[in-house]
């Protein structure tokens, strides 16, 4: 049978089928039924949903490079090296912020096929039922809603078991996950037993600040949990999984690589209202047109849509013009209300090895996990390496930071903040950590255009600690990191907090803390969801832009608050129901 098996090498060695096209030369052509702009976390989702039907053609213009064969997003223990490298992301600072002592700071997004999901922590979260609740009413679509999205978290979503294969009886509830999907979704593969004990025995030893919760995956967020990663011994992505091989392999499938937006054009008018008949685009260093003969798909991600919005003439009137930019439509929340989550580091050092930091700053233990990962898919390099476990609390009532400002959490069983349990740190040593973030901002940031040049950086101002209700409840966050180890089972672990934030006075806790936050990269709404007809918003509850015809977002930019979660699991859900909608629009 020596003849049949040459034959299934060549054909899957791709010549001729692989439909990821490195050079817009060998494109087939470039008029399409369908024009998705952006081969992220949530565009890759939406053109493998379009493509199903064969008789519809998809073209996905991704601006980054191939994720095929790049380690540092293969292996889950490398994703920390993968945040801020510079061959794959788009090298982003935010502006100077008030809030953050006038700081500037990078502000990581992905520029790979599978967009941030290809460069980010993996960790798994959905947030609280009132948080979906939430945009149902404001967007008076149900369909938004915990029980009417819960079985796309599930299509989106493949239980894998951890590859250490322990047993995960009291860990999650399979009750909640999907089995089918095309995101593999497991628990850590390699365990730390006296940290990871610790952290549960903290639970029994104060429930009451800190209760146990056996899935906070669940829409019950609050509570203590283990950590789920998108991952199954190597990472799992919006490319590997929605862009698999049986996936592009479709003819009707096209996905060109180094093709950045600048902007739609040829618009004429439909009904009276603006419709974009083409997407333009730079390869190397010329420009080309691809046609969209019934939509356009924007999924560029919280900075990339609105950009493309805003540079196709589809903005603030008083932006654009400033910019002399004529204005097709006049949409002044474009780019505005960017919702995203602040973040604290507390550390401590720790009298134990049992943490990640001897991997990481001991070159022969850090070459053997790698090859350990290399061999078998087991080992300490399965996991990111970070957090065991992660937990969601709400203030107190009586907080300081209610007399600021009102709850702006969606409901009281919907927390504040989340806090993940690291075994290791970030100086010489071993250390824990809790990252402390603000998961319930009132803040909101704005993504703006700067220039007429499409390809110039816009101005991203996350806004963080604009207002002063975030700050104070970070405040109180880093008393419960504190509270949480003064535990009994900690003592004789713990060591020195480093930084020492214990016992400062309010004010220059306050000034610690716009020194030491960082962006948690979570935002969304710069292209929000709001009612149809509401006087404010980018896209109605179809994801359709408001006054366009022929346009919709559908990445993590159309979500209008930021849930009380890390947000690719979310945004998967609004990519597979945006997809369902799409489809339905067309007959598909
Ligand atoms: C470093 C980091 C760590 C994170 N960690 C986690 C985590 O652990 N868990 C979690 O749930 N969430 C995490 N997040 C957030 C989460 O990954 C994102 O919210 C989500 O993936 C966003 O999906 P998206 O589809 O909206 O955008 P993206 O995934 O960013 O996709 C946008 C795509 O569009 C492309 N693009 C943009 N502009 C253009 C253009 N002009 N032309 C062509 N292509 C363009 C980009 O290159 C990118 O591929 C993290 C984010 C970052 C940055
Ligand atoms: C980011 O910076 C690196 C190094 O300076 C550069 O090679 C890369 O092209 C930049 N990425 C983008 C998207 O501009
Ligand atoms: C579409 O727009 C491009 C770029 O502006 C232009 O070169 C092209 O002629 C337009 N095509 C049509 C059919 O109008
Ligand atoms: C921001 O969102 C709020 C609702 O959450 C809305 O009232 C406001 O008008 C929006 N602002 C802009 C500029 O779109
Ligand atoms: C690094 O780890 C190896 C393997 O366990 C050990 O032999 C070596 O002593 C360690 N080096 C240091 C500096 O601790
Ligand atoms: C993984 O193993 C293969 C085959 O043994 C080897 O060629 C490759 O260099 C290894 N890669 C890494 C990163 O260790
Ligand atoms: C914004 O544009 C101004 C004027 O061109 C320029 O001086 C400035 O550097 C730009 N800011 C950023 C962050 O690119
Ligand atoms: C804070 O002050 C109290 C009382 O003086 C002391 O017991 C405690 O050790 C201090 N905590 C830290 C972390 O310095």
Same mark, same amino acid.
């Given at each position: ?24 030369? !060998? ?5 399409? /039924? ?6 992220? #976390?949530?565009?890759? @989702? ?36 993968? %945040? *801020? ?78 590859? /250490? ?28 037993? #006296? ?42 992505? +919006? ?11 479709? =003819? ?23 419709? %974009? ?9 010329? *420009? ?11 999924? &560029? &991600? ?9 540079? +196709? ?27 995203? =989550? ?21 070159? $022969? ?10 061999? +078998? ?41 989340? %806090? ?15 990252? @402390? ?25 996350? &806004? ?28 004789? %672990? ?16 306050? $000034? ?13 709404? #710069? ?14 509850? /179809? ?11 559908? !990445? ?33």
């Amino acid at each position: 049978m020596l003849l049949p098996t040459f034959f299934i090498l060549f054909v899957l060695s791709g010549f001729g089928l692989c439909k990821l096209y490195e050079d817009v030369a !060998d494109l087939p052509g470039l008029h399409y /039924d369908f024009v998705i702009v952006g081969g992220g #976390t949530a565009g890759n @989702v939406v053109a493998n949903r379009l493509s199903e039907n064969p008789h519809v053609s998809v073209l996905v213009l991704e601006a980054g490079p191939s994720n095929d064969g790049v380690l540092d997003s293969e292996v889950p223990f490398l994703s920390a090296e993968m %945040f *801020l490298n510079p061959t794959y992301s788009w090298n982003y600072t935010t502006t100077p912020m008030p809030g953050f002592n006038g700081r500037s700071v990078p502000y990581s997004r992905a520029f790979i096929l599978g967009g941030c999901s290809a460069h980010n922590g993996m960790v798994y979260t959905r947030g609280a039922a009132a948080d979906f609740d939430r945009y149902a009413e404001l967007s008076g679509d149900a369909g938004w809603s915990w029980n009417q999205l819960f079985p796309y978290f599930l299509k989106n979503e493949k239980w894998t078991p951890p590859t /250490d294969h322990h047993d995960t009886r009291g860990q999650f509830n399979p009750q909640v996950h999907g089995t089918n999907g095309p995101i593999s979704v497991s628990l850590n593969g390699f365990s730390l037993p #006296t940290f990871e004990q610790k952290v549960i025995q903290t639970t029994k030893e104060l429930p009451h600040d800190f209760p146990f919760n056996l899935d906070p995956n669940s829409g019950k967020e609050l509570g203590r949990g283990c950590n789920l990663l998108s991952v199954a011994g190597e990472r799992s992505t +919006s490319a590997t999984g929605y862009l698999a091989p049986k996936f592009i392999q479709r =003819q009707n499938l096209h996905v060109l690589l180094h093709a950045q937006v600048s902007k739609l054009v040829n618009v004429t008018r439909k009904m009276g209202k603006p419709s %974009f008949g083409g997407v333009e685009f730079r390869y190397g260093n010329s *420009l080309f047109v691809a046609h969209a003969a019934k939509e356009i798909v924007l999924s &560029g &991600g919280a900075i990339g849509s609105p950009q493309i919005l805003m540079n +196709s003439g589809v903005g603030a009137h008083v932006t654009l013009s400033a910019l002399g930019i004529p204005t097709v439509l006049d949409l002044p929340s474009v780019g505005q209300n960017a919702s995203d =989550q602040p973040l604290l580091i507390t550390q401590w050092a720790v009298h134990s090895t049992d943490t990640f930091d001897p991997i990481r700053q001991n070159a $022969t233990l850090f070459a053997e996990g790698m090859a350990q990962w290399n061999a +078998s898919r087991t080992g300490p390099f399965v996991d990111s390496g970070i957090m065991t476990h992660l937990g969601w609390s709400r203030l107190a009532q009586d907080s300081p930071a209610f007399s600021v400002h009102a709850d702006p959490s969606s409901g009281p069983d919907a927390p504040h903040l989340e %806090f993940s349990f690291v075994p290791g740190g970030s100086t010489p040593g071993n250390s824990m950590s809790i990252f @402390v973030a603000l998961v319930s901002p009132v803040s909101r940031g704005s993504v703006v255009i700067n220039s007429s040049d499409p390809f110039a950086p816009p101005l991203i101002d996350p &806004g963080y600690f604009s207002n002063k209700w975030d700050l104070l409840a970070i405040r109180d966050g880093i008393s419960l990191a504190e509270r949480f180890v003064s535990a009994p089972t900690w003592s004789g %672990f713990v060591g020195a907090m480093t930084p020492n934030l214990a016992n400062l006075s309010s004010a220059d806790l306050e $000034t610690a803390i716009r020194n030491m936050a960082a962006p948690n990269l979570h935002m969304v709404g #710069t292209a929000g969801m709001s009612a149809r007809g509401a006087a404010y918003g980018v896209v109605d509850p /179809d994801l359709q832009v408001k006054g366009a015809v022929g346009l919709s977002v559908i !990445d993590a930019s159309v979500v209008p608050i930021v849930p009380s979660a890390h947000t690719q699991a979310g945004t998967y859900a609004f990519a597979e129901r945006g997809s369902d909608l799409l489809k339905q629009r067309w007959g598909l």
